[in-house]
């Protein structure tokens, strides 16, 4: 595997169910996030950790939890969402350094929520 | 703060065409930009990035976007494009501090044969 890889990459869950995405980097990086990609609304960043410490947190409601148990792998715990938590969650990478900030993301999970 | 505004939701282009994906950014400080690809349910792409070197900045599929800090631009353009080349198009600046990146709303690029 190479890059940044997201499982599942479809997700159907109910409102009551408790489920996770799954993201994992294979660049040796140091910092991951997690994005919301709703239709006809910009990216929007949900979480950052970096060295494995979450730093950001954009006022996400608490039904979605972050895990971040080493620099290479970070959950996202789901749990009672509703309806308009359906989107594109995706996960990217990068490094921290003093030039450049560019991330690298991975395909992302599709999740619908009924 | 920091944003992007990409100047047009669609653009549409025949095979072979000049491509302009217009951005028009807002920084207080010497930015950091980026132009990134999204294919249909793919995740984003990095296209190229500018980081206060060259201001003529080269990436991949025959893509280069030039930094004009007199008219805080940083347009998309490639000579001739390619049916492979639609998709969406995201211009993006990265905020201080912590490596946040503020989006833009994203230009879809439509080509036809």
């Known amino acids: 595997e190479t890059g940044v890889t997201q499982t599942p990459r479809h997700l159907v869950m109910g409102m009551t169910n408790k489920k996770s995405l799954k993201c994992e980097q294979h660049?040796?990086?140091?910092?991951m996030y997690w994005y919301k990609q709703s239709a006809k609304k910009p990216l929007e960043l949900m979480f950052v950790?970096?060295?494995?410490?979450?730093?950001e947190n954009n006022s996400v409601p608490s039904r979605f939890s972050p895990e971040c148990p080493n620099s290479s792998h970070l959950f996202l715990h789901l749990h009672t969402l509703q309806p308009e938590d359906s989107a594109l969650y995706l996960c990217?990478?990068?490094?921290?350094?003093?030039?450049?900030?560019?991330?690298?993301f991975g395909p992302g999970t599709r999740l619908t929520v009924t | 703060a920091q944003s992007v505004t990409q100047l047009d939701s669609h653009v549409s282009v025949s095979e072979g065409t000049p491509v302009l994906l217009r951005c028009n950014y807002s920084?207080?400080?010497?930015?950091?930009l980026f132009w990134y690809v999204q294919h249909p349910n793919k995740g984003l792409q990095l296209l190229l990035k500018?980081?206060?070197?060259?201001?003529l900045v080269k990436g991949i599929n025959g893509f280069e976007a030039e930094f004009k800090k007199s008219e805080t631009s940083f347009h998309l353009t490639k000579p001739s494009a390619h049916m492979s080349d639609a998709a969406e198009y995201f211009c993006?600046?990265?905020?201080?501090?912590?490596?946040?990146?503020?989006f833009g709303t994203g230009t879809r690029l439509l080509v036809s044969p």
């Open positions: 990217a990478s990068s490094q921290q350094s003093s030039g450049g900030y560019e991330q690298y």
């Open positions: 660049l040796g990086h140091n910092a």
């Open positions: 950790y970096s060295l494995e410490e979450r730093v």
């Open positions: 920084s207080s400080y010497s930015p950091s």
């Open positions: 500018y980081t206060s070197a060259a201001t």
């Open positions: 993006v600046v990265s905020n201080t501090g912590f490596q946040k990146l503020v």
